[in-house]
């Protein structure tokens, strides 16, 4: 059962492949703001993993992010998402990650509870309505 006070932690660390720099958000070689939103994502689909039935899985719908301070390559990175509220399919977190030294963001994040093959029948379906308007 999904109830609020789930939580997980992920640690990670920073792989030059993961900075600003690399991903063309930056120019510094820090973690950069898309990996540690993606790392976040994570953490709070860990959290609840465990807990949906076979067939299910979440989606990202909401990142009210705050990336606080630089995480330089290979530094360890600690997140740790904690279900904060369930409304029937919706799943809110609070996200806070942590390096070595600093506090380095926080985050509310939003996730919704699907059935993956329906999911996916929906997107194949407009895979191929944007392949029949690409070929008119």
Same mark, same amino acid.
């Given at each position: 059962?999904?109830?609020?006070?789930?939580?997980?932690?992920?640690?990670?660390?920073?792989?030059?492949?993961?900075?600003?720099?690399?991903?063309?958000?930056?120019?510094?070689? $820090?973690?950069?703001?898309?990996? /540690?939103? !993606?790392?976040? @994502?994570?953490?709070?689909?860990?959290? =609840?993993?465990?807990?949906? *039935?076979?067939?299910?899985?979440?989606?990202?719908?909401?990142?009210?992010?705050?990336?606080?301070?630089?995480?330089?390559?290979?530094?360890? $990175?600690?997140?740790?998402?904690? /279900?904060? !509220?369930?409304? @029937?399919?919706?799943?809110?977190?609070? =996200?806070?990650?942590?390096? *070595?030294?600093?506090?380095?963001?926080?985050?509310?994040?939003?996730?919704?509870?699907?059935?993956?093959?329906?999911?996916?029948?929906?997107?194949?379906?407009?895979?191929?309505?944007?392949? !029949?308007?690409?070929?008119?």
């Amino acid at each position: 059962m999904i109830e609020p006070g789930l939580s997980a932690e992920i640690v990670h660390i920073v792989a030059p492949g993961e900075t600003a720099a690399a991903y063309g958000s930056g120019l510094v070689p $820090v973690l950069s703001t898309p990996h /540690l939103i !993606a790392l976040m @994502e994570g953490a709070a689909q860990a959290a =609840i993993a465990p807990c949906l *039935d076979e067939g299910q899985t979440t989606v990202g719908t909401l990142v009210e992010m705050r990336h606080l301070a630089a995480t330089p390559v290979g530094m360890q $990175v600690r997140v740790r998402a904690e /279900l904060t !509220a369930v409304d @029937e399919k919706r799943l809110r977190f609070h =996200i806070e990650a942590w390096d *070595d030294v600093e506090k380095v963001g926080e985050a509310q994040h939003e996730r919704y509870v699907i059935d993956l093959a329906r999911f996916m029948r929906r997107v194949e379906g407009k895979a191929g309505q944007g392949e !029949a308007l690409r070929g008119r």
